[in-house]
């Protein structure tokens, strides 16, 4: 058994190849609220780890610390560290706007910007100053394949975005995010304004990219963790209260408030 | 007893239920939604019968109107077209002095008579362009078909009739109504009248301007290096041939004009008027000739379009209240744009500064508050802080380091048509700002995310993500901009707005676009014509006109832009789903 190697919580995920984040004793305040307490998780290299936990417990703010997309916020304040790949994120030498490069990220709501379908996939390489022209389409070809999007809209690439429907948008959300070929990617509920046909669609697609990308996604759908996760973090109330792999914390979970809120006594 | 207990809570209930679902009208809000509703419909009433009024005025001002002649009481005729007519009180002492018969029907009707407004254009026999008429006066009316309303260079126009034309010493055979063959040998004496301003205006300003141009060169050379420096007299010999040519073409372009002046001459006009006043002048001083009581629709629809296309493409005369008024489209038209090319970038660089970058504390919050009352500051304060700072301050400094040689002649140390359009740019860049703020803050946060968490740096984000989306929104701010600053006058008349402009702001001088001219604009111009000229009710009908242009040209301006911000958003802001 793994015992937790920090942090107050049951903490026994299944080991990857090595550790692509690793989160110590990290704690954030919104002003003088606090939101996050001593969470600590080191995230396996190439898994999807799934983030459960009741509404308004951390979940997307622990997200978003991670690709430091809380800097927007004002009265921000943190301590503790977050490390990518043994790099200081919140350290004085990180480059934020590298940082972001490394790590895609997938919002609740479809967020493609108003241009073409193609514009949008390569949005991370124009913003790198790319201009081959070959090495765009090649990367809107593959980041579309590799987001289950190509076959339905290679025809129509030069389009305006914005009229695709939201699974389609979603999708394209996905693409954009893997064609910077980042090392992580981060989802925050990215299903919850979706059908269960798109959402079956991205889950599949999750499936697919495990392995090439570590995958981090906030669910607020237990069987959606079940289906594509392979450990699952539970938290509560700012806390990270257990970390462990999917099937025994959804079979044989050790915490007592993870069991209550899996068997959805609360939540 | 007991039906009355009963009775009483179930009428209780009743009153409160008819209190409930009852008319009552003031909780329905009804009453509101009517007046609402009424103050809407009584705003655009009052705007549409003034746009109707103004455009009713303004189409039908150009249409030619029938030449009436009355013969009058006392004998004596006058003749012209009718501008209006009215009711009035007439004077008691003026009553007193008419016929019995006549005091009884004006007693009748309560003291008031009708009169009609006559205009009887040969100013230059009565030193009076219109005369009242009372119906009383009148002892017959008729529309004799040679009655002719000419259009004249000056004096305004002549009414009456062509009694000989004569070309070259010889005249022309009379016809009906005008001699034959006249518009042909009119239009030879108006094509030379233009040949004559071409080489005067023309011709003979470039002249001038090389002389002043070579002047100006010795002069500067003289402030740099004092007046008897060799380089000085240097330059002052080496000019000495070339103002030698100058001198030679100008002396024989004067005398080409001269010649072509006493040729003009030879061609000559005689015309009588209805009292049988005649009156002669050179063919060439007409610039048209309406009969109006012997046209046809055709023909009265020629003179229309033929009256537009001179008021549109001409220069103004008489003060004017004739010609046309080209320049004053133009200025207009070139200062609005300068304006919107000014205030563009500078209201949207505010904007994004303020909502993008700056720290939201308090002195945002006051800066914020100070641009949106610089809104409301009246605008003739902008033409004083315009004409202090930018033309004497500003203007008089570049006079200063650049234009000496001119001196003391101002060149941009007075009003013009840059210093106007920039004190136009200050007077409506708080609505920029505050639109453009508003457009960046309806960007969701949700694009402007994904684009950073793509590695977008804030200003890619900004670039990118920010700005297309906010584009149409900054361009209905630029658009209320523009609406605003084409319309202002009074600040323009302090910094550069003249009542005639000598020259465009544009012409084929190097460097081809003078921004320190002044300038003339169709606002100015209305008040203008309007309401300073010696004759107002010349005027009255170019008011009409005039502010019909304004109005149009800022609509077409406006449209525009419109369809402009319509491309842009379908273009960013597709349909969701
Ligand atoms: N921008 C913010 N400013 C202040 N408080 C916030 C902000 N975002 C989230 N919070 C608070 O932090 C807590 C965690 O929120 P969040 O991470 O969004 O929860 P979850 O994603 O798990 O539903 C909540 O109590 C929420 O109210
Ligand atoms: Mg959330």
Known sequence: MNAPTFGPTSYHPTKGERTSLEIKDFNLWYGAAQALFDVAMDVQVGMVTALIGPSGCGKSTLLRSMNRMNDLIDNLRING?????GDDIYGPAIDVIGLRKRMGMVFQKPNPFPMSIAENVVYPLRVDGVTDRALLEQTVERSLKAAALWDEVKGRLKENALGLSGGQQQRLCIARAVAGDPEVLLMDEPCSALDPIATAKIEELIDELRGNYTIIIVTHNMQQAARVSQNTAFMYLGRLIEYGDTKRMFTNPIEARTQDYITGRFG | MTTETLTAPSNAVAARRRRTFGSDVSASGEPAQWALGGALALGIVLIAGFLLLVFWNGVATFFPKPIVALTLTDGSTIAGPIRRSEEFRVPPNELASLPPPVQALIRDDGGMAERQLIQIGNFDLYNEDFRWVPSYLVAGASRPRDLVLMERLEWGPFV??????????????????????????????????????????GDIGVVNHDIDGIRLEVRRLELRHGPDHERVVAARRAAEPELARLRTQYDTLAAEARRLRQEDARTTITLADTGGREKSMRLSEITRFVPANDLSLLGALGVYFDRWGEFLADEPREANTEGGVMPAIFGTFVMTLMMVLVVAPFGVLTALYLREYARQGRIVAIVRISVNNLAGVPSIVYGVFGVGFFAYLVGGSIDQWFYAERLPSPTFGTGGILWASLTLALL?????????????????????????????????????????????????????????????????MLVGVVKLAPELPMDGFFPFIHLERSFMHLGFHIYDVGFQSRNSEAGKPMVFVTTMLLIGLIFVMNLAAIVIRNRLKRKFVGAQF
């Open chain 1, 81 to 85: 560290a977050i490390r990518l790949e």
């Open chain 2, 160 to 201: 009456g009739r062509v009694k000989q034309v004569v070309e070259d010493g010889r005249p022309l055979a009379d016809g009906d109504p005008l001699p034959t063959g006249l518009d042909a040998v009119h239009r030879k004496a108006r094509d030379r009248w233009q040949q004559i301003r071409r080489i005067e205006r």
């Open chain 2, 428 to 492: 409506t860049v708080p609505v920029v700002i505050v639109a453009t703020e508003e457009a960046l803050s309806a960007v969701p946060r949700s694009v402007r995310e994904g684009s950073l968490a793509c590695g977008a740096s804030k200003w890619q984000t900004i670039k990118y993500i920010v700005l297309p989306r906010a584009l149409p929104g900054i361009m209905t701010g630029l658009i209320l901009a523009m609406a605003r600053g084409a319309g202002e006058v009074a600040p323009l």
